[in-house]
């Protein structure tokens, strides 16, 4: 894979102890050019030993990995730990479960676009069409109930625009609100690549019934039956 001196990856870690096999099992195929920062909040599983013995076996000298147990720890505040440790233009938010081999490829091409914000194109492994029917049903749920979009799965970033994301910690639902932030800031460029993401929280709840809940919001958003307040609460539980 082509050199990519100027990227790093950021990936930020919850108690993942079983994710993270195949995780760095990826990563080990990724340019080793890229800075790998892995940041956890405050794991209390096994997670942080599997990361330490990686790096102490790993080829790579450009791997750092941030731990503090955080109160109540969310996403920004789990990457907030990399604040003063990036030294690249650009960042790449790398969900746990996401596989990034394919837009990695051609990457330099993006960079010296020097585009503010990109954003890639997303498939589930494995994908059923009842998956397909869950993002659909989201998707509408996003738009129609919260009236935004969420494309946040694994941005590629300039460094500037993403230490001034992490000055705002948007708690619950924070990836739709930093969604509608960069929008109202960026015109994102749009890669056709796509990232892979594990579908295992889907089969770990089971899809038809969170396919089936959600369609329970949309026909009650519908026929006006409950509030708006209300259906977000409904929203919620099924996070």
Same mark, same amino acid.
């Given at each position: ?68 147990? &955080? ?7 789990? #990457?907030? &730990? ?53 993002? #659909? ?47 109202? #800031? ?33 026909? &009650?958003?519908?026929?006006? #039956? ?14």
């Amino acid at each position: 894979m082509e050199k990519m001196t100027n990227l790093t990856i950021i990936i930020p870690i919850l108690n993942e102890e079983k994710v993270l096999p195949s995780l760095l099992e990826k990563i080990a195929t990724y340019s080793l050019s890229i800075n790998l920062i892995f940041c956890d909040g405050g794991s209390s599983d096994g997670g942080l030993d599997i990361l330490k013995n990686f790096k102490n076996k790993s080829n790579r000298s450009n791997i750092e990995i941030l731990s503090e147990n &955080l109160e109540a720890p969310s996403i920004i505040k789990t #990457l907030n &730990l990399a604040r003063d440790a990036i030294k690249t233009d650009y960042v790449l938010l790398h969900p746990v479960d996401a596989d990034c081999t394919s837009v990695l490829i051609g990457f330099n091409v993006l960079i010296q676009k020097r585009s503010e914000v990109i954003i890639f194109f997303k498939k589930y492994s494995p994908s059923t069409a009842l998956l397909h029917l869950q993002e #659909l049903v989201l998707n509408n749920i996003r738009v129609r109930i919260f009236k935004k979009f969420v494309w946040t799965n694994c941005p590629a970033l300039r460094s500037d625009i993403f230490l001034e994301i992490l000055k705002h910690d948007h708690g619950f639902l924070e990836d739709v609100i930093t969604s509608e932030y960069l929008r109202s #800031l960026y015109t994102p460029q749009i890669c056709t690549k796509s990232v892979v993401i594990s579908s295992r929280r889907y089969q770990k709840d089971g899809t038809l019934k969170r396919v089936l809940s959600n369609l329970l919001i949309l026909f &009650l958003y519908q026929f006006n #039956l409950k509030t708006i307040a209300e259906l977000k609460v409904m929203y919620h539980k099924e996070k």
